[in-house]
Every structure is written in structure tokens, then in C-alpha cells.
């Protein structure tokens, strides 16, 4: 084994050569899909889901790469006379246009059949194929491609020394291409994923048409001064394509491409105590009566009595109660209690109401998935008028395994729209946000009681919120990305 053998190689082990190259390509494509996944969360498509399109999206775009390369070779003669030199692209030989075309067929198929938005994702990857672009010129670099016009040595009065000697190509220095586009990408990468939101309320497929128009206008620029273009009928090829992008970008950016979202790709799932019905205090007040029926000599301090918020009731009882005790006969008693608790004072949690008729109008799927048995659930719906709103209601006796276990919420997605993009989770415990994010769902955590504020900081949901209607501004704001 050898490190470095020569300027181009990485190493060389039992005389395979690992040029690079190749380190510097597969080195930018892993930075790009750590961005990727990064930007893929924020839109609900998990690593794993990344990564079953990247692998594959890679491969392609390797073989799109060469087969361009090769095709547009000036001298394609070079190829047909000894096929296998198509294989031998270790030392060079990718172009970059038709990995982005090879890749994005792929991309495309394996997106449709995963079942995720392809311009989802797409909006995802393309702020970091920018960087892994910028990455991947400096093995252009280190195999003396991708370079311009024949300069004088004053040309590098700027540049390190080992980077003007190996600019010395074939007798003369040459202008440094690749240089140029590699900070232009970077550049790209910075206006795009930082600059234009806040100029530009950005919508499904913005990421991608800004890209296009980018790198589009930055390789026309850097195709002229280059000497090495690939060509098409005495054309500058990455000048045609890159001509396409920009009109693509252009007419996509005006939204003729876009389709209006179909809110039915969106599930919004709510618990319902202390979240939608302002139950807590019921709740507190009716565990205090039961246990003080049962054995007055027990004491609950206030954070025992808040522990109750969130578990099922057999759950608080057996922690609490002797094994002597009958914890059916507890939990038939809370519930009538509860039950009656609910008819005389139940209220909403502020704009509880408003909010779901806010969604309703706007097509989305709403539903309740709570620890409370369906029969206490319904009573509280109903009594606020919220059931002609919701397309599922799921009750804690309804599964085998409450919540945090996400079991629940899986089983009302699957009832009412299995194929949903976007699905959320609105909660106010701890383990409402535990439960949303097993079930993969964006998780919002609403603070309706101040003592569970820092706990529901400590479990990182996707969002916190203090008003209720805010759920609408997220999912808005989402659905525009």
C-alpha cells in the first residue's frame, strides 16, 4: 500500500490505483447528501428515504456523466475505436449536465415509487449539489481539466505557488476554470439557500428553478474561456443545456409548472386534552377525588397530580395505588366523575374551533388521537361541536399500545390517507412529542400549561407554539416551500 504515488493517485493498493478523482467526487457527494437530508427533514422525508433515492440517484448520475462526456466528446472517434476506454474514466471524463439528467430520471422514478414529492426532495438536494459541485471541480483540479485560455504567470500573482505550477498544462499556464465555477457555486449555494427567502416567500420547486437559473447563467460565463468544452455541432454543448435551464428556471419561477397542492396529501392529527379541550383542570380535579375516595391518607403533591396529564388512567392508578386496591373500580369512578365534570364546565383551549373549521376550509385531513377512552373522547368532541370537522377519531382504548408508542397515530393515517406527504402532530406533553416523532410526523407542541413548559423544550419538537392558530401559519408556510 502507497500513499500518493504520484500527483493524481490517492493511493495504491496491490496495484489498484484510487485516483483523486474519484476521492474528491465521492467526498462532495457525501457532503451533499448530509444537506440533503439536513433540508429533508423540515419537509417530512426522513434520512432513510434520502438515502434509498441517493445511492441509486448516484450510480446514475455516474454512468449519465460519462455516457455525456463521451457522447459529446469532440472526437468521438477516440471512443469507437477501442470501446473500452467508455470505462475508463478514473483519471477524468464526467460531465456534470448529463449526471443532473441521468440523476434526475432516477430520482423521479424511485420518488414516485417511495411514495414522496419528487420537487420535495428536489428542493432539498439542490442547494447541496451546489456544494458538492464546488467540491467536485477540484478534482477537475488535480487532473488538469476544466481549464481556459493560455495566461501569462502574472495571472497567479494571487494564487499559492503549487497551485500556479500545476496550472502549467502542456507548456503553458492556463486560466483556472474550475476555480471560477467552484466559487460560483458556493456563491450560489449562499444567495439560494439564504438570500432569496428572504426576499421571495418560496414555493414547492423554487430550490430547483433557482438552481437552474444559476448554474445555467455561471456556466454559459465559464463555458467561453474554456479551451476542453465537449461540443454539438460546432456548439459549446454545456452552453445548449445550460441555455435549456435557464428557460426552464425562468418559466418555472412564474409558476406555469406549478400544480396547486392537493390539500388531501396533508394529515393533521391533534390530541385532544389539554390541546384542543381545556381538560386539565378537570383532569387534576377528578384524579384528586377519586384518590381522596379511595384512601384519603394518600397525599398528591403538584407535580404528582401534573404526572397525571398524558398517561392513560390505568397507568396513573397502578403507579399511585396499592395492589390491593381495584383499579377497574377507579377507573369506572374517574370516568363518571370526568363524565360529568365535562358536561357542566368543559371548555375549548382558545381557538380550538376556529382553527380546525380554518383547515376543514382549506381541504385538509384533520383528526384526534388521545389517551382518553373513546367513549370520554366522543363526549368531549361532541360537546364542542368539533366531530363534524375530523375524518378519524382514535380513543386509548382503541389501541394495544398508548402513547408514547406511536401506534395511534399509525393506525389513523393508515384509515384515512395512507399515502399522506405531510403529516403532523398537535400536542402539549412530552409524550405527545415522543409519539409524533416514532410516527415520523412533524411534531407542534402547543403550551397550554406553564409547568410543562421547559420539559417540552428539553423533548426538541419540531415546533412550539403558545396559539393555537399558529398550527395553520406552519402548515401554510410548509406547504409553500
Known sequence: MELFPNPKTFISIFGIDIAWYAVIIMFGAAVGLYLTTQAAKKRNISSEQVEDVFFGTLIFGLIGARL??????????YFLEDLTRVLAFRDGGLAIQGGLVAGAIYAYYKTAKLGISFLDLADSAMPGVMIAQAIGRWGNFVNQ???????????????????????????????????????????????????????????????????????????????????????????KSAQLVSLVFIIVGVIGFMGVFRKKQDKQDTLVLFDFDGTLGDTNPLILSTFTKVFNEVDPS??????????????????????????????????????????????ESLEEIKDSKKLLETLSAKNYVLGVVSSKTRDSLTLGLDLLNFTENLSIIIGGNEVEHPKPNPEGILKAKQEVLANAKKCYYVGDTVTDVEAARAAGFISIAIVTTKQFEEKIKASNPDYIIYDLMDVAKIIEENENE
Open 68 to 77: 455525456w462526456y463521451v457522447i459529446f466528446y469532440p472526437d468521438i472517434s
Open 145 to 235: 481539466e476544466a481549464y481556459g485560455e493560455v495566461v501569462s504567470a502574472a495571472y497567479f500573482k494571487y494564487f499559492p505557488n503549487w497551485f500556479k505550477d500545476y496550472m502549467f498544462i502542456n507548456g503553458e499556464y492556463r486560466q483556472p476554470m474550475f476555480f471560477w465555477e467552484s466559487i460560483l457555486n458556493i456563491l450560489g449555494f449562499i444567495l439560494i439557500k439564504f438570500a432569496l427567502p428572504k426576499f421571495r416567500k418560496m414555493k414547492q420547486g423554487d430550490y430547483v428553478y433557482a438552481y437552474l437559473i444559476w448554474y445555467g447563467i455561471v456556466r454559459i460565463g465559464i463555458e467561453h474561456f474554456r479551451t476542453d468544452s465537449l461540443m454539438f455541432m460546432g456548439l
Open 298 to 343: 394518600i397525599t398528591l403533591s403538584e407535580d404528582t397530580k401534573l404526572s397525571f396529564i398524558g398517561p392513560t388512567l390505568y397507568h396513573s392508578f397502578e403507579r399511585h395505588l396499592e395492589a390491593h386496591h381495584d383499579i377497574d373500580a377507579c377507573v369506572v369512578r374517574y370516568k363518571e366523575l370526568n363524565m360529568n365534570m365535562q358536561r
